[in-house]
């Protein structure tokens, strides 16, 4: 069963780094880097649906990590 949980884990994580990614604005990992300015701006349509999904996957990963060390330790 923990072999299932590791392979769910990994998943999520590497979910979870894309959505990370796919948030960058300008170009690509550049965005990340470059000065792009403080100007707030509203989420709308598919940004807005990705940053949930952001917030999904880190909270599906802390509980599968929690449930990992309890397991396994």
């Given at each position: ?39 707030y ?33």
């Amino acid at each position: 069963m923990l072999t299932y949980l590791y392979i769910i884990q990994v998943i999520i994580s590497v979910s979870l780094v894309a959505a990370v990614l796919l948030q960058t604005k300008g170009s690509g990992l550049g965005g990340m880097f470059g000065g792009q300015g403080a100007v707030y701006t509203s989420r709308r349509g598919v940004e807005k649906t990705i940053f949930q999904v952001t917030i999904g996957l880190s909270g599906a990963f802390l509980v599968f990590a929690t449930i990992i060390v309890i397991l396994a330790g």
